[in-house]
């Protein structure tokens, strides 16, 4: 059974880092790509990061959130780094269990499997 569940979220000052772990069971999650998205109340679910053999970010997180995969953990590290009040969401790691990221891998219809989703708060 696929199964993906995310940790590490948290309150977090302005201007501060957190990490988030999706952490894959069932399946190895080597040779898969592997999105993050997030979800602010009243607001769709957002794409922010699909990792395979290329990466994408979203414009409103490039150049302060970074993904990895630490294969040995069967694990998805997601870096957020620069932390602003309006990153608040409650964040979801995702796969179709695709070798490839898809060029529109933002669309959430895209991915099968889910992550219960992790809260992060970025308050003062």
């Known amino acids: 059974q696929v199964q993906l569940v995310e940790s590490g979220g948290g309150l977090v000052q302005p201007g501060g880092s957190l990490r988030l772990s999706c952490v894959a069971s069932?399946?190895?999650?080597?040779?898969?790509?592997i999105a993050w998205f997030r979800q602010a109340p009243g607001k769709e679910r957002e794409g922010i990061s699909c990792?395979?053999?290329?990466?994408y970010y979203a414009d409103s997180v490039k150049d302060r959130f970074v993904s990895s995969r630490y294969i040995l953990e069967n694990t998805v590290y997601l870096q957020m780094n620069m932390l602003r009040p309006d990153d608040s969401a409650v964040y979801y790691c995702?796969?179709?269990?695709?070798?490839?990221?898809?060029?529109?891998?933002?669309?959430?219809?895209?991915?099968?499997?889910w992550g219960q989703g992790t809260q992060v708060t970025v308050s003062s």
């Open positions: 995702a796969t179709d269990r695709r070798a490839s990221c898809r060029l529109n891998w933002a669309n959430k219809i895209n991915y099968a499997y």
């Open positions: 990792v395979s053999n290329i990466e």
């Open positions: 069932g399946f190895n999650l080597d040779g898969y790509a």
